[in-house]
């Protein structure tokens, strides 16, 4: 149920179309929740049916405008209570980790560059993110709401430098194997 959150979440930042929330995902918001433009919609579409946000009313009608929704009180609400519910850490699931313990079975063919492949790809997210952490964090920024948005960026900085120092050492362990 963290999508139609998600959405709340972010509607409540700034009001938005379904067009705008895609591209707040994918610059936001999708770093730690991902979304597909259609269950962008889809969301949409049952929160306003929940009434816990409505479309904004349009300057003047014309067929096929976009929308812009806001939260309604019902929504902030349901938020709320969501935000200060309990929950269980989910437990791991990733392909990567269950591919290696595959390789322990039926030989390590292609690991090592899958392994540098995804390396790669976790500087660069973490180049993306410490990017973003100078950019949008400068100090000073000491308010609940900075605060807040600040240790969910440094939660994907700590997750990606774990990832690029486990890489790393997981490259070596197989490079001294070799030897």
Same mark, same amino acid.
């Given at each position: ?8 979440? *972010? ?8 067009? &705008? ?21 889809? &969301? ?14 349009? *300057? ?19 938020? *709320?209570? !969501? ?20 390789? *322990? ?10 392994? +540098? ?10 180049? &993306?993110?410490?990017?973003?952490? +100078? +950019?949008?964090?400068?100090?000073? +920024? ?20 774990? !990832? ?16």
């Amino acid at each position: 149920m963290s999508l139609p959150h998600a959405i709340l979440t *972010a509607l409540l930042e700034k009001p938005s179309s379904g067009l &705008e929330l895609t591209r707040r995902f994918d610059r936001s918001i999708g770093y730690f929740w991902s979304a597909t433009h259609q269950q962008i919609y889809r &969301e949409l579409g049952k929160l306003e049916r929940d009434g816990l946000i409505r479309a904004l009313p349009a *300057a003047q009608a014309t067929r096929g405008q976009k929308k812009d929704y806001e939260v309604l009180p019902a929504g902030r609400t349901e938020l *709320a209570r !969501w935000t200060a519910a309990s929950q269980d850490p989910k437990p791991l699931r990733d392909t990567l980790l269950l591919r290696l313990r595959a390789a *322990a079975v039926v030989g390590t063919d292609g690991i090592e560059a899958e392994l +540098r492949r995804h390396l790669a790809l976790h500087q660069r997210q973490l180049a &993306e993110y410490e990017e973003i952490e +100078r +950019r949008d964090f400068p100090p000073g +920024r000491d308010a609940i709401e900075d605060r807040l948005r600040h240790v969910v960026l440094r939660a994907g900085i700590d997750l990606e430098t774990f !990832w690029t120092q486990w890489l790393t050492r997981t490259l070596e362990e197989l490079a001294d194997a070799d030897s």
